[in-house]
């Protein structure tokens, strides 16, 4: 995984709810964990923008709900600075579902994502509706 040229503040803890962006079908996910914690010893493994987190699917079409899926986190309202100075900020939590090999599950994405998600996967930026 790259690193990133951003401060990232991460604010999105177990249990979160996250609105999920995507059309696969999942509306609402909560997270359960964060795939390379990286976090002190017995502490709540946080998570931000780009990072890769297991959650459970909590309304959605019946084939997702409590199933656990893989999920990229492309907003958060949380603001972020940039290497610029500027810092940025989105109206809401969001993410969007991948597969184990990293590739997105819906086709489209619905609202923007954030650069910092595209520095890190590539493949995402492909269905990216904008990215700020």
Not at 8 to 35: E, F
Not at 45 to 54: E, R
Not at 69 to 77: D, F, S, W
Not at 116 to 125: D, H, Q, S, T
């Amino acid at each position: 995984m790259k690193a990133l040229s951003t401060k990232i503040s991460k604010t999105l803890i177990p249990s979160s709810r996250l609105v999920c962006a995507d059309n696969s079908g999942a509306k609402v996910i909560s997270i359960i964990n964060k795939l390379g914690k990286g976090q002190a010893y017995k502490r709540n493994a946080a998570s931000g923008i780009g990072d890769i987190v297991i959650a459970s699917v909590k309304v959605g079409t019946p084939a997702y709900v409590k199933k656990k899926v893989r999920a990229v986190i492309i907003r958060q309202t949380a603001p972020i600075r940039r290497a610029n100075g500027m810092r940025i900020r989105f109206e809401d939590n969001a993410a969007i579902l991948i597969n184990d090999a990293d590739l997105p599950i819906g086709t489209e994405v619905k609202g923007a994502m954030a650069r910092e998600v595209v520095e890190r996967n590539i493949k995402l930026a492909g269905i990216a509706q904008r990215v700020i």
